[in-house]
């Protein structure tokens, strides 16, 4: 199975729950968001416990670029649906993110190989030039700082337009969150790792969650865990969509920048260890429901990036306006997803939000983050979206770039699918996703079992690897 470039082996001091707990305060989910979460609660003098299905920085973390900026590229998008005051927010809010990130890189001396690293955005199609001088306007607009017009990047390539952001870093994320780790478990608080939360019950003022370990009672839930398991109260599928990209890391020279290209949504960075150099690169962006070739989207990556070394693809939840989805959803119920493709900044800010609405202080981006706003255009293609992989997917089963490797058959009265490997050794599955029924795609790069509907994943085990799919596929 093909791996991100940060995969790191924290497997010997994993502290699973082997008891039940009465706290104040759980957190469901062990990346960026919850990790900040937590982070943020440590003086809070609250029982506050953090739970996390696989291992801390296993999910959408564990597979992201790491790049750390403002520099989004949607300032346009956020201007034309919400004009000038709330545009100028998301910006400070990002800034805000930067600024509480590295200070606790520095704060606690934690060596996660952050650099400061100049961010470009460009374009390599002359019609989306004049969308990039917009940008920039606008950017002068809302008060951006250390912005200025380019036409070469560092590595020497020209574009016809390009912005760069000196205001930008780079870091490794799962040493950072790793020692955001240790940190919180040295001031007491418990995390506790292959721990899935499956249910939640309200019970009059507090909620009663099932795991897999034990029964946890809480006042507060914070649900950090990307893509909710539950469909009610929030309903999740009607609102948001997913995109799906396709990465690769190689060994190349080291520059200091990394980039972002408007039209075609390719995306890069440099990363250094002590020993070897990377260009880490990502390219193919769709909507989850659309376009799912995934071994047409891993060749073409692989035309565009020869001699890879790592290769993954990665998913993250898109709310329709570039504003993530951070706040509290009802009472003592709290959410922090929905980041657009820019989870180190939003994670980081999720921290810093919903501590302080549990802390009771105020927060300046309470409104703007709101979880409950409305974005019905997005909600309409939400739908459309999972409706139309529902139903593609049930009438055309078979996928000629299946390669013949995969047969559909029946085991126990029940649909299961068959990958052969390469030594012909089988590996059935159910063919759908407990999650909401939707017929799983074969990822053969990455050998997982893929939702094309809400991004569920499974290995070639059948065992789930990534939400929101709370259950197995394995054939009983
Ligand atoms: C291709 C790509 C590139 C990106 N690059 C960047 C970048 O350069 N910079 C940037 O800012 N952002 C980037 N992002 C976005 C960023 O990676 C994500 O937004 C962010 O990592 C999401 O973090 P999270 O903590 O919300 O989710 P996760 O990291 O997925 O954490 C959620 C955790 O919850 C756990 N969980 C799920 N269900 C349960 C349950 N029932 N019980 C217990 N635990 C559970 C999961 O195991 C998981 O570990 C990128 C995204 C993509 C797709």
């Known amino acids: 199975m093909n791996n991100s470039i940060w995969n790191l082996d924290t497997t010997n001091n994993i502290k699973e729950l082997k008891k039940d707990l009465d706290i104040d305060i759980l957190i469901i989910g062990g990346g960026i ?3 900040s979460i937590c982070y943020n609660l440590i003086n809070c003098h609250k029982k506050v ?4 299905a696989n291992k801390v920085g296993s999910g959408i973390t ?5 790049k750390i900026t403002a520099l989004q590229g949607h300032y346009q998008d956020i201007y034309n649906k919400y004009g000038y005051y709330i545009t100028k927010k998301y910006y400070t809010s990002q800034l805000e993110a930067i600024n509480l990130l590295t200070k606790t890189i520095i704060d606690n001396k934690i060596d996660c190989n952050l650099e400061k690293t100049a961010a470009y955005l460009y374009s390599s199609a002359e019609a989306t030039t004049k969308k990039l001088q917009e940008e920039f306007q606008l950017m002068q607009k809302i008060g951006f700082t250390n912005i200025t017009k380019e036409n070469t990047l560092p590595n020497k390539e020209k574009y016809p337009y390009i912005i760069s952001d000196t205001n930008s870093y780079t870091f490794h994320p799962l040493k950072y969150i790793n020692s955001l780790k240790k940190i919180i478990s040295k001031n007491k608080i418990d995390i506790y790792e292959n721990t899935r939360i499956i249910s939640i019950i309200k019970k009059d003022n507090y909620y009663i969650c099932k795991s897999n370990n034990g029964i946890i009672k809480t006042n507060k839930i914070i649900l950090a865990c990307h893509y909710p398991f539950f469909l009610f109260p929030y309903m999740m599928p009607l609102k948001v969509t997913l995109e799906k990209s396709y990465i690769a890391a190689k060994k190349e020279k080291y520059y200091n920048f990394s980039a972002l290209n408007k039209n075609d949504k390719e995306s890069f960075r440099f990363y ?12 193919g962006t769709h909507n989850i429901s659309f376009n799912n070739n995934y071994k047409k989207h891993f060749e ?12 993954w693809s990665n998913m993250d939840i898109m709310t329709g306006d570039y504003i993530p989805l951070i706040g509290k959803i009802k009472e003592n119920f709290y ?11 939003n994670g980081t800010l999720a921290g810093k939000v919903i501590s302080d609405l549990i802390l009771k202080n105020e927060n300046t981006y309470e409104k703007l983050l709101d979880p409950n706003r409305k974005i019905y255009s997005h909600w309409l293609l939400a739908i459309g979206s999972s409706m139309y992989s529902f ?7 078979q996928k000629k770039w299946y390669n013949k490797k995969i047969v559909f058959d029946k085991i126990n009265n029940q649909d299961v699918a068959i990958y052969y490997d390469n030594y012909g050794i089988k590996h059935p599955v159910l063919r759908k996703c407990p999650h909401l029924k939707c017929q799983l795609l074969f990822n053969e790069e990455e050998k997982t079992w893929d939702c094309p509907c809400h991004g569920s994943r499974f290995d070639l085990e059948g065992n789930v690897i990534a939400g929101p799919s709370n259950y197995d596929i394995k054939v009983k």
């Open 33 to 35: 968001s919850g990790i």
């Open 62 to 66: 564990s597979k992201t670029l790491g």
């Open 49 to 52: 416990v953090l739970v996390e």
């Open 272 to 283: 250094k260890n002590l020993t070897t150099t990377y260009k880490i690169f990502q390219y």
């Open 391 to 397: 139903t593609k997917e049930k009438l055309l089963p």
């Open 300 to 311: 073409t990556l692989k035309n565009k990036i020869n001699n890879w070394n790592y290769l």
């Open 335 to 345: 959410l922090a997803t929905g980041y657009n493709t820019w989870g180190m900044t």
